[in-house]
């Protein structure tokens, strides 16, 4: 029997309509996050049957997960490996205001997210080995079961790269709206059934 992991970014934060690189910083979800993952905890709540819920250690995250595990009378794991990528010295800058004050630094950061890290942050590859250890061993802890991992964009993307089997410098290949859906069902290998699904 497979091991189907819904795979959740959490829902939008205050703040949002200013594209920033929020990372470590905690910041609460908005009015409208904490409705769409309302909806994505309804639309769960038909749609599956979950034995365990897991999060970042983030507010944005564990408000999200509490949401999400509420009708399954579940209590959110915390798991602080699950956190946002550090991004140093842009953690609370927008995009433009990145552009324009590190323009060199952010356009080889957009082509190759790989290669080049946000000053100062942390790298693809260790985000990639401090989430995928963790991510791989509830994975094996809850082998057989349903479950939900609620997390980040960064962190989702990392993830489903690893499963797709494709390069890490290609994650912004993946796209991840608030409250998305991705469901990874694990067996001798992993089988990605659906990707940024928003109710």
Not at 23 to 29: A, T
Not at 101 to 127: I, M
Request: proline share 5%.
């Amino acid at each position: 029997m497979g091991t189907k992991i819904y795979l959740i970014r959490h829902g939008e934060t205050e703040g949002a309509e200013t594209r920033r690189y929020k990372g470590h910083i905690d910041v609460p979800l908005s009015k409208n996050g904490i409705s769409q993952v309302q909806r994505l905890s309804e639309h769960l709540s038909r749609n599956a049957q979950l034995s365990a819920v897991y999060t970042s250690d983030l507010g944005r995250a564990c408000r999200s997960a509490e949401i999400i595990a509420a009708p399954f009378h579940l209590k959110p794991i915390v798991v602080r490996e699950l956190k946002e990528r550090n991004f140093g010295d842009w953690e609370g800058m927008s995009f433009d205001e990145i552009e324009k004050h590190y323009p060199d630094a952010f356009t080889s950061w957009a082509k190759n997210p790989l290669r080049f890290s946000p000053l100062n942050g942390e790298s693809t590859v260790e985000v990639h080995d401090r989430v995928m250890p963790v991510f791989m061993g509830i994975a094996e802890k809850n082998k057989g079961k349903n479950i939900a991992i609620v997390t980040h964009g960064g962190v989702t993307r990392v993830i489903l790269c690893r499963m797709l089997d494709m390069p890490l410098e290609n994650i912004f290949r993946i796209e991840q709206d608030f409250a998305a859906l991705n469901i990874v069902e694990l067996w001798d290998y992993p089988v990605i059934k659906q990707i940024n699904f928003v109710v």
